[in-house]
Every structure is written in structure tokens, then in C-alpha cells.
């Protein structure tokens, strides 16, 4: 039981105090004018005054409220190495038994888990989440049983007790570390990019190592070692050997005695771009297709294009003088002799044999194919005639055998059953509402995927693989219709260009194809095919346990599944004859970038209040109590804040002047005041 005197003016406070000072210059008027009874009206006026105070006595009914400790429990993956688990355990079961021994003291124990996404150990906002949900002036102390690696101590945080850290962890632990760092998202094929590459030992490593062996591997290939020096900086070249993702792992072996081999890897993903594609195109004779495929090239920046066009035969004779006939001479020995290799895609528009190129060039360009090139036919009447490329040297890679018919009709082009699979013709926008071409060769397909058929289903658009290269056969020379606008057009500009890009070899048009994306520990698995249907895909793990895991249709020639692993690391996916690579997550989480245990991060909020750090392996510290602002803790003892906080059961007030009081107080002074100044 408490009592308290309280005042609530009946009046508002500025006009109290007015009529105090009236009062007081009233009294002092009296006492000017000698008149004996100031004193007794003055008491008048105090009573007054103090009635219009309002004064009242209160008296509360309180129920002490026991303080409580907050025990924090780190139990995120760098908590689990070494014995570090069995001292947290230790030191959490001793430390809660002194608490809950203690009077009028409850105890609040928090697990602190791995942080979601790779986030580490979220010990602050665990905290924080804790003191929302108690009432603050409980508060006696914070205990954090921890290796003291937290991630987010930079959060700002109101402690309302002192926070005190159980450190976990040895004094004789130590680790040895890789990290990678300068490594682009992408990079140009063929061209080495500088990676920086560190390797140190942390803690009280041994200083018998100045070497160790480093083993680099590309997409799961087997690795490559190499001795490297630890403590340094070493500057490492990578050319990038395909476009498309590359996984590059570098890892060092696990040393005797070191905390853990998790950070013994690093895993890079890059993606490979080429820098520039060459294109050469030869129009055999102008025609309105041919500023298509100029356009198309010319407007895509990656392109480097050397276009030719033949305005007049050889054979022609019209009386106009050679040196009238080119300002520039057609350098074809060059082209297709000396410099043919440096070009991705080779493009003969509407070009049949005149002389200009010998059956010697034609020749290469076959044996470019087979080495790795691209060509691109589109055919005219020209491929129809004796004179057409396939009865030259190239028509050994030519996929189609024309019949020498030329069918000047009109047909809308169609998207066959495999080409609906096809990631060139695969979902064209506008399926179905294309204007019509008004020409075609017939040609017989005798190889290749005839993904779009024209009239009467005849072959229109047929791709073949020859050896290492690529070859197509666009048997029309109306695609540009289609850009004109002809009856509502098509979509003739996405279709050159995904022919285009496929034959060179650019990875999201390949028609087999497995690839893999991650999103944390889950990755969904794309398998791309011609065929309809495929087998279950194969995943190695990183611990080399292997899962079977089935494709589900999603979409033409598109086969999906989802896979989530059980540990971060490099991924090994096999179906069929394709094989991929992926990492997921980090080949080092954040866990385990920093293993030594310290109490570095944590200082700042330790020193807030003055609370200490007590290593558990030195034993554990006795509790002590201390009052708030004095400091927390001292050798062998860490303090905890009895608060006194209380509940306010019942609250009873009871005026100190009563009407009727005030009212026979008042009458009394002023009737006396009368009396005393009559008689003189």
C-alpha cells in the first residue's frame, strides 16, 4: 500500500495562480494599512486557494511483478562445429537453472535458427522480436549463448538491460578460407577475365603451411591442381570455353585440424557472351527480300556484317566499260579462302553459279560447315536451275534435294508437329493469323528437321546439324511479305532472327538442352527436346548421392521438374546425353565465411549497458545484482537488473479539502479577522 498527494486544479493553473498573487497583494495591503488581522485573512485566502488546488490523497494497491531474463540460444550452422554445440548446450542447461533460482526472477529461452536465404544468423531481430512481446520495465538482463558470428548487429536496437555474451569456441581453433572476388555475371567467350583468388588461415593456425594445392573444374569437369601461396592475393585468368552459364569451382583440400572444409570452395557462375558475331552475306541478284535480311542484321549492335550483292554477271554483255562496273573489286579469295573461318554465319541470298565463286570456294565453305560454321540458304528460283548451289561443293551439307519445281502459288506458312517443339518456330506470335508468301521451291527433305511446311505441305524451312556446323534451308524468297504487311504480315523479323542466332549457336535456341535455375536451395530443371518424351533426370549431389527425379510436360518439346537439395554446393544433372551443371546457394554460406568465434560484432550493444563477454570454455560466470547504469559485469560475474515493477491492483482517492471544510475554515478566518480589527 502507497500514498500520494495529488492536485487537480478546479480552475485552469495561469488563473490560479493570478488569484494567489491577488490574494498575497490583498494580505500586503492589510499589512501596509496596519490593520491586525492580515494574518487571519490571509489563512482565508490559503484555504481558498488550496480548495481551488484541489488536493487529494491517493492510495494504490500494488502487487510486485517478478523481473525476467531473456536467454538467447544460437543454433545456427556455425554453432555446429567442433564441440561448440555440446558447450552451448552446457552453458544454456547450467545458466537457466541459476536463473529460474533465483526469487522472483522468470526465465525466457529463444532459439536463434540459420537466418532464411543464405541470411546468417539473424540474432538481433530475434531479440527483437523477443522484447516486443515483453514488457520492458521487466527487463533484467540478456544472455546470448553464441559464437558471437551474428549477422545483423548493426540493427538498431533500444536495449532496456545490460546484454552480456556466453562465448562459444576455443582459443586454439583455426580454419583456412577461399574467396573469390571480381567475378562478372558475364564475359566474353574466348577472352580471359582476372579473377582475385585468396586463401588465409583464421585463428591460431599452424605456421607450417606456406603452400597448398588448389584444384580448379568447369562444368563438373575434372579438375585441374595447382600449389598456390596462402596469405596472398593471386591474380587469376579464366577465358570463358562456351556461351551460356559456365560454373567455374575452385576448393582446396580439407587441412588437419581446421574448424571446417565449407569454405574450403568457391563457385562462380558466369555467363559466356560472345563479343561480336561476323556475318557475311552474298545476295545473288537484288530483290525486295534482300533489304530484309540486310535490316535485320544491321540493326542488331553485336553484328558485324559484310554484305555483297551481285548486280551484274559476268557473262552479261551490255557494252559498259570494267572500270565503270564496281568502285570496290568482290575479294572472294579472301573471303572464302584466308579469312572464312572468322565469320559465325555465312547467308546466301537468292545466289546461284555464275562463275563468280569456284567450285574451290564452294568447297570450303562446305568444309567450314563440317569444322563448325553456319550457313544459311534462302532459295529462289535460283535453287531450282542447273545452275543452283546444290549441284555445287556445298551441296554435300545441304539438307533438302530440289526437284526443279517452282510453285508460284499462294500458301500460308505452317509451323509443323516439330516445329512446334523447335525452339526457332516454338510459340511465334500470331500463330495462326499469318498473311500468306506467293512462292516456294519444292525441294525433298533427305535429312534435318522440317519445322515449317508451306503448300501442300511441301518442305519449307528445313535445319540440319553437319558435323559441328549448322545448315538451314529457307526453300521461299517471300519471307518479306511478311514485313510488308501482306495480308496482316507475320512475324518474318522474330523468325530470321531466331534462325539466325541458332545457327550460331547461341544457348536458349538449342533444341536439346538441359539447364537449370536456382532460387535457394530449389532449383526447377528445364529439358528441352525434339523428342516426346524423356527420361528422368539424374542429380548427383555434392556429398555424391545421386536422385532420380521425373521431367512433367510443360509446354511443346519442354519437359520441368523442381528439386530442392539438402546442402548447398555444386549440382550434377544428367539426362540422357546431356549433361549440366549448378550451384545452389553459395559453395560457402554466410555461416561459414567467418568461423572463429569473437565477439567483435556484438560489442557496440554489449557496451551500450556495460555488459561483459564470458568465455565458456574459461567456465561459466555467477550471476550478480547490479543497479541500472552501474557496470554489468566483472571477473568471473556477470550482472542482471532487479527492476521493482509492480501491478496497481485498486486506486482510492480521498479529497484533502471538503466543500463543507473549506466553506467553515474560510468563515472561521475571515468572521475572526472581523472580530480582532472591531475591537481596535
Known sequence: MTGTVLFDPLIPLPLLIGLAVLAALGVLLTVWRGLSGWALRGLAAVVVLGALAGPSYQTEDRAPLSDIVLLLEDESASQRLADRADQSDTAAEAMADRITARPNTELRRITVPDGAEDAGTRL??????ALAEEPRARIAGILAVSDGRVHDADLPLDLPAPLHLLQTGRAADWDR?????????????????????????????PEDGGLTRLDI???????????????????????????????IRFSLPEAEGELTDRNNAALIQMNGVRDRLSVLLVSGEPHPGGRTWRNLLKSDSTVDLVHFTILRPPDKQDGVPVNELSLIAFPTRELFMDKIDDFDLIIFDRYQRRGILPALYLDNVAQYVRKGGA????????????????????????PATPTARVLEEAFPPVVTDIGQRHPVTAELPGKGDWGRWLRQ???????????????????????DRVDEGRVALLASDHAWLWNRGYEGGGPQLELLRRLAHWMMKEPELEEEALTATAQGRTMRITRRTLDE???????TAPDGSTTEVPLFPAGPGRFEAEFTGEEMGLYRLENGEKVTVIGLGPAAPREFIETIASDEA?????????????QVEDGLPRLRDVRLGRPAAGRGWLGLTPRGAY????????????????LLLSALFIIAAWLREGRR
Open 124 to 129: 538481433m531481430t530475434t531479440l527483437a522480436d
Open 177 to 205: 578460407r577461399l574467396t573469390v572476388r571480381n567475378a562478372p555475371a558475364f564475359a566474353i567467350i574466348g577472352e580471359p577475365v582476372t579473377l582475385t583468388l585468396r586463401i588465409d588461415d583464421l585463428g591460431a593456425a
Open 217 to 247: 573444374s568447369v562444368d563438373g569437369e575434372d579438375p585441374q591442381s595447382f600449389d598456390v601461396p596462402i596469405g596472398q592475393d593471386l591474380e587469376l585468368p579464366v577465358a570463358l570455353p562456351h556461351g551460356g552459364r559456365n560454373v
Open 375 to 398: 550457313v544459311l540458304v534462302a532459295a529462289g528460283p535460283d535453287f531450282a536451275s542447273a545452275d543452283s548451289l546444290y549441284r555445287s561443293p556445298l551441296g554435300t551439307v545441304l
Open 441 to 463: 521451291i519444292d525441294v525433298t527433305a533427305e535429312r534435318g528437321d522440317v519445322v515449317m511446311s508451306g503448300a501442300d505441305d511441301r518442305p519449307l524451312l528445313v535445319l
Open 533 to 539: 518424351t524423356v527420361p528422368p533426370v539424374t542429380i
Open 602 to 614: 556484438l560489442r557496440p550493444a554489449i557496451d551500450t549497458l556495460r555488459g561483459g563477454v564470458a
Open 647 to 662: 501491478e496497481t491492483r485498486d486506486v482510492r482517492q480521498t479529497p484533502l479539502l471538503p466543500g463543507w471544510l473549506v
